[in-house]
């Protein structure tokens, strides 16, 4: 079982556990929030089993990684009760799993695995880039947790404030360096490759960075409750796809900053250490096509669920607002970039350039719309 | 725009050529970026402004030209629009060019290989069996059976027989599904955008209005009937009352459409967290509609539009929708006489006021039932605090000047003292400048107002003043009538110029009438004099004795004197204070038709659908030909897809060996 090219794999008989912890949980959660939860809360929580479920099958990394952040969260759960107050005062909540708490490991985590990651690939030392990955792996833990608990905190603000946080850009600069390092992770075992690493740590830190400024200097990391255009269930879905969507599209252009250097060292000096501690060319121009492709599949769907929503919330499916014309625009980019990938046969150096500049234009429907473009959909701003 | 090539005819005539371009994969690129440069305009630009402000951000030039190329609304100038039905006229061409193609890859097993070509595939192994041709090829049409693949025996010459198995057709469908997609959203698209508009208006048929009316004056040319056409417009409803039509949006102007129903609303309702911000925005409303037997009621809220015979109604925004209000307004100058008027007022009501000899105009333009902001006597921003009711108004003047003010309805508290406040302001622009009017122990203005009357009470003045003078002079060993008269004359004359202009006044006074030699001497003692008068001034009221004067009392007419000498900048003869009100809101409806809603939908699920079949779905061929050999059976694996090549890499070379070990002999290698 391991040429797993289809979306959908039949469950591997070891994994049946899986399964069942997952029927489970999702079980347990129904019958706590059954009473709050509206049939598209349920559905879309049994969809999430499903996924994680698929997701899970043949990635044990992904199964131990969605276990811990199970455990975490219930202890810190626990630990909390009802009385928010406890963050200061419990010793494990206040040091490890209060949200903000477990987002500093995070952040911590993610930036030493990008020193690990390019440590082990100065030094050649395969050792220290398991390292790499086992501190990405901690980070992506630390950082799914954060949510979790931040998820419950927002409950316990008071009555109705209660959201997902993935709803301002605070939460969502989070959302986005779990989500990218997760994606890393299943490639990096797919192909079993972690030179990769430091350079797909690399956009993770700098949103890492970002996201401490955010909330030492502007005070991001405080609860706010949602504005009533915010208030659905869209938002769980819309949100997340969205970010499998930025996640990939930015490890694409990291990975063409590899493909570039390689090409340009490989050109002077075919014997290089650093070329030959690489790998190949052609497996990053491929990896590069795959998370585009992964990418614009999700954008696109994110895209879609957007339009539904705005259909329900503003009155439109499509209202040229910024955001949504940006969102366009990242897709016919990355469409063209796929045009000329899969019919026109183009790879190598100038695709690579094209997947960077697919970053910025990304990175500007993601960031710049808010902070410089005003419209309906400015929900974070600076 | 597949890797399916088309055969190239000979005869190549203009139309055909046309054809080959359109359904060109350059052309399909240069559109996909074209689109999304062109996109970008609209989102640095904002549209649909008011023409207005597009003169002043550009100049009388740009402006023209900007518009001539329709850059206030670009996603429906003619140029945006051909960009976009060329894409749709490129993207059909293509599916129409490469769908006989396609059909045929997605079903059709290959069957006319040859033995050459398939070793010579990239993937391709060879090994040999001792069992019969019919055994072993029967065992791999049943193991490829398992792996998913379709397969079809043929007998080729020599007797050889050809396995030709495939998965993943479906691929194919991929790229007919999102390339279809793309098509049906834009037509689906098409019947929602407002071209039909704009085609009504090419014909003359309509015309857009951009004045100011009321809705019984809008002219039958700028109505649109009820019909199946699409549109997305709003209308603001205050409660209690309804509405049949709803404004579109276009340029700088708007259209009336009519509904076929009619929307009465009947209560709208904000909720707030705790913090002030708004929670949620709700309103009932009641249809009304002959085709239904009585009306019914619903209740809409952000994110939960009505849907009702194919509009949905949508929650968007709210004003007021004409609050009553009661006002008294207190005189501040002697043009406004010396008792509080009361005035009925509402929200967005205009009335002329006459004020002494000047007519102004009140013109009311907002309420607020409450207003929580940040305590500015707090350090931290986050502690917050309900400033109560206020309303803003302008005052405009007979020669069209006016002033923006906004009151609040409650005292405000500052240092352990109250102040009614009001703010003022000439232009939007600005931020407001506050007055701080001192409130007294009866929480009223009238001990205010009493003492700013006695100040322009001339008599009163020059009865103080005298008693002053008299008392200054007092120590002169003799009467000297000219210094008397005119220290009576300059004190008086410090009061009219406080009342009029404040310390300001008297300032340029010291400065433009004293001799620059003794000025610095005597400013002081002009500012003292002031003061002295000031005080008397207070002293002579009512319960005021400068024996038993309160630090209160003190403060007050600290607060007093600040108050006056700044009226002069504040530009209105009242205050005008809020005693009552009855707020009426009035609910922001957004009403949509969309026909073409729907159509867009499907084509959303085609292009989901499509993508990850595309991506996801990968066509795989294998090919097994078997032939009798001298001693064994003799096998050929081949195989091809068209994605994922690294996954078909470990595919292949897992189903070789096994296919091999399967039914070849155990004692045979398999050899590629």
């Known amino acids: ?382 | 725009m597949s890797e399916v090539t088309t055969k190239d005819h000979s005869h190549n005539s203009y139309s055909r050529r046309l054809f080959l371009f359109l359904g060109s994969m350059e052309l399909a690129i240069t559109l996909l970026l074209t689109l999304a440069i062109a996109s970008v305009i609209g989102t640095v630009l904002q549209q649909n402004q008011p023409y207005a402000d597009y003169v002043i951000k550009f100049g009388p030039f740009w402006f023209e030209v900007f518009e001539q190329l329709g850059l206030y609304d670009v996603y429906s100038a003619l140029w945006f629009l051909a960009i976009l039905a060329l894409l749709v006229i490129s993207t059909s061409v293509c599916v129409i060019r490469h769908f006989p193609a396609m059909a045929k890859e997605m079903w059709q097993l290959r069957t006319n290989v040859q033995k050459k070509s398939l070793k010579a595939m990239h993937h391709s192994a060879q090994w040999q069996s001792n069992s019969s041709m019919a055994t072993v090829a029967n065992e791999l049409q049943q193991q490829f059976k398992k792996l998913g693949f379709r397969s079809r025996q043929t007998v080729k010459q020599d007797d050889a027989v050809l396995i030709s198995a495939m998965r993943g057709g479906m691929n194919r469908l991929g790229y007919l599904f999102t390339h279809i997609a793309i098509v049906v959203i834009c037509i689906g698209g098409l019947f929602d955008s407002n071209m039909p508009l704009k085609l009504a208006e090419w014909r003359g048929e309509i015309k857009i209005e951009t004045r100011d009316l009321s809705i019984r004056e809008i002219p039958a040319e700028s109505r649109l009937a009820v019909g199946g056409q699409g549109f997305r417009g709003s209308v603001s409803i205050p409660e209690g009352k309804a509405s049949e039509v709803v404004f579109l949006p276009i340029r700088d102007g708007y259209l009336l459409q009519a509904l076929p129903f009619r929307i009465e609303v009947k209560d709208f309702r904000i909720e707030h967290y705790p913090n002030g911000q708004p929670k949620s925005f709700e309103s009932d409303l009641v249809i009304h509609d002959d085709q239904l037997a009585e009306p019914f009621e619903s209740t809409i809220a952000v994110n939960h539009p009505l849907i009702y015979r194919g509009h949905s109604i949508y929650q968007s925004s709210f004003s007021d929708g004409g609050s009553s209000l009661s006002i008294d307004a207190w005189p501040l100058d002697s043009r406004a006489g010396t008792e509080p008027v009361s005035i009925q007022t509402k929200v967005f009501e205009n009335r002329q006021m006459l004020w002494g000899e000047e007519t102004m105009q009140l013109e009311m333009t907002s309420f607020r039932p409450f207003n929580i902001n940040p305590d500015p006597t707090e350090e931290d921003d986050r502690n917050l605090r309900d400033f109560g009711p206020n309303f803003t108004f302008k005052l405009r003047t007979e020669t069209g000047e006016a002033r923006e003010y906004e009151n609040y309805m409650f005292p405000v508290e500052r240092d352990g003292r109250e102040y009614f406040l009001s703010g003022v302001r000439n232009s939007p622009a600005e931020s407001f400048a506050y007055l701080y009017l001192p409130v007294d122990e009866d929480g009223t203005l009238q001990q205010f107002l009493n003492y700013s009357a006695l100040l322009r009470d001339e008599e009163l003045v020059s009865d103080i003043a005298n008693s002053m003078m008299t008392e200054a002079l007092a120590m002169l060993p003799e009467r000297d009538e000219a210094l008397e008269a005119s220290l009576q004359q300059t004190l008086e004359t410090l009061i009219t110029m406080f009342v009029r202009g404040g310390f300001d006044e008297v300032r340029d006074f010291i400065d433009n009438n004293l001799p620059d030699a003794e000025r610095d001497n005597l400013a002081p003692a002009y500012l003292g004099m002031l003061r002295e008068m000031l005080a008397r001034i207070y002293f002579s009221m009512d319960g005021i004795n400068p024996q038993t004067v309160t630090n209160d009392q003190l403060l007050f007419l600290q607060d007093s004197v600040d108050t006056i000498g700044t009226l002069s900048r504040y530009g209105s003869p009242v205050f005008l204070q809020l005693t009552d009100f009855e707020h009426v809101q009035s609910t922001g409806l957004q009403i949509a038709k969309a026909p073409g809603k729907n159509v867009v939908y499907f084509g959303c699920a085609l292009l989901i659908i499509g993508v990850f079949l595309l991506f996801y779905l990968p066509q795989r061929r294998l090919w097994a030909w078997v032939e009798q050999g001298a001693e064994h059976t003799e096998v050929i694996l081949a195989g091809s897809t068209n994605r994922n090549a690294r996954e078909f890499d470990t595919f292949f070379n897992e189903q070789k060996t096994d296919l091999a070990t399967k039914t070849g002999n155990s004692n045979l290698e398999p050899g590629s």
Do not use: C
């Not at chain 1, 009385?83 to 494990?92: C, K």
């Open chain 1, 1 to 382: 079982m391991t040429t797993n090219t289809e979306l959908m794999t039949k469950p591997a008989a070891h994994t049946w556990w899986w399964y069942a912890l997952l029927l489970l949980a999702t079980i347990g959660i129904l019958s706590v929030y059954h009473q709050v939860l509206d049939v598209y809360e349920v559905s879309i929580l049994i969809f999430t089993g499903i996924s994680m479920g698929f997701v899970g099958n043949n990635w044990p990394g992904f199964r131990g990684h969605a276990i811990a952040v199970a455990i975490l969260s219930l202890i810190a759960l626990q630990l909390y009760g009802t009385n928010l107050e406890a963050a200061e005062t419990n010793g494990l909540l206040k040091y490890m799993l209060a949200s903000q708490s477990a987002i500093m490991w995070m952040s911590v985590f993610f930036i030493a695995a990008t020193f690990t990651y390019f440590g082990g690939l100065i030094f050649r030392s395969d050792y220290t880039e398991k390292v790499g990955s086992a501190f990405t792996w901690i980070a992506t833990t630390f950082g799914m947790t954060g949510l979790m608990v931040r998820w419950r905190e927002t409950h316990m603000m008071g009555a109705d404030i209660g959201y997902i946080p993935v709803s301002n850009l605070y939460e969502v600069f989070i959302l986005f360096a779990v989500v990218t390092a997760l994606l890393y992770l299943f490639y990096e075992r797919r192909y079993q490759v972690r030179s990769l690493g430091g350079f797909v740590l690399l956009v993770i830190s700098a949103a890492v960075i970002f996201q401490l400024w955010y909330a030492f200097e502007r005070n991001a990391h405080e609860i706010q409750p949602l504005v009533p255009a915010l208030q659905s269930y869209w938002m769980k879905i819309h949100v997340p796809a969205n970010f499998i969507g930025y996640g990939t599209f930015a490890m694409a252009a990291m990975i063409g900053i590899a493909y570039l250097l390689v090409s340009w060292r490989s050109e002077k000096n075919p014997d290089s250490g650093f070329v030959k501690a690489m790998p190949s060319l052609t497996l990053m121009d491929d990896l590069m096509y795959k998370s585009i492709a992964l990418g614009f599949a999700f954008f696109t769907v994110a895209t879609i669920l957007g339009a539904l929503w705005a259909a329900e919330a503003w009155g439109g499916y499509w209202s040229w607002d910024p955001k949504e014309t940006w969102a366009l625009i990242v897709w016919l980019n990355y469409a063209a970039w796929l045009h000329m990938r899969m019919t026109k046969g183009w790879n190598g150096n100038p695709m690579a350039w094209w997947a960077i500049v697919g970053l910025f234009v990304t990175l500007f429907a993601f960031l710049g719309v808010n902070m410089f473009l005003s419209g309906l959909h400015s929900y974070g701003s600076l």
